[in-house]
């Protein structure tokens, strides 16, 4: 029998750890609320609904798994209030079972570091409301390790982009315009540099993270192709379509505009550093240890473009929005 694992969450970074634990070989079991198999994932892998919000229903869900990955999380403007409790219920999961944990994570936790470069070893000293979350869920993580509740790694991405990504600053409203032949949305500064994380990747280093026993105990930078700026990455999106480069920017203002509205955009504005600023992030601790996964970008625009003419060929885009 091959090993196996437990993956909440059904969104692109779940998907693309599903996809890595099958490359491995690995059983699989998502879970998510609806019981509904997001396309791509096969039927071998199981497709089990429930509250994971629930310690009974996590423990019941995580039986048997020897690696338990937690990639769930719930609607952006209801981080704050919700998020924690999430994944406190899952890291009983995990540990009921004596099941290893591990958790994506994003760069929150840092704060504005002023464009300093972005590595494992700055304090958490966020003043943004989702980043303080962040820091306490980090620190909760790393206690249950340290108190040998349950085994935790955790694997940090920046802002991602590739298949199935719709929601990330470079997600749907940026790219389905491109390949509709209008100017991309972009956020803050064009021509500052700023790393992005391919979803491949980040799917690929938290099933690193699950096999290696170093990686216990720690957080870990998934590794980034080269830091670009906005205009450098989209321009190879424009480039790989076939068209002009046209950018339409949104700044704070517009967003704050845009939040009278839309509840994901008013909990972006507090965010807005990550854009108007330098932002770079260091993955070296991982290179070093694990090795270089980053796929180039100009492999990952590909693949992104691909995955998004199939979605708007199947009207799925009509349909989200």
Known sequence: MSEFNVVFGSGPLAQSVVHALLRRGKQVRMINRSGSRPAGIPETVE????????VEFT???????????????????????????????????????????????NLYMY???????IHEGLPHAAR???????????????????AGRVQVAMGRGADFYGPAVLGSMLGERAILPLLQGKPAEVVGALDLPHTYTYIGDFGEALAI??????????????????????RQLLTLFFNEAGLPPRFSVMSRLMMAFGGLFIPAARESVEMMYEFEKPFVVDSSPFIQTFGDIATPHEQAVKATLAWYRQWMADGAHGAAR
């Open 47 to 54: 497709i089990l609904p429930g509250d994971a919000y629930q």
């Open 59 to 105: 423990r019941q869900a995580a039986r048997g798994a020897a690696v338990v990955y937690q990639c769930a999380q719930p609607p952006y403007h209801q981080w704050v209030e919700k998020f924690p409790a999430l994944q406190a219920a899952i890291l009983e999961g995990a540990a009921a079972n004596g099941a290893k944990l591990i958790v994506g994570e």
């Open 111 to 117: 704060g504005d570091t002023n464009g300093a470069v």
């Open 128 to 146: 943004t409301r989702k980043g303080r979350v962040r820091a306490e869920m980090s620190a909760a993580l790393l206690e249950a390790h340290r």
């Open 209 to 230: 993270l699950g096999e290696r026993q170093e990686a216990l105990g720690k957080a870990w930078h998934v590794p980034n192709p080269p830091t670009l700026t906005q």
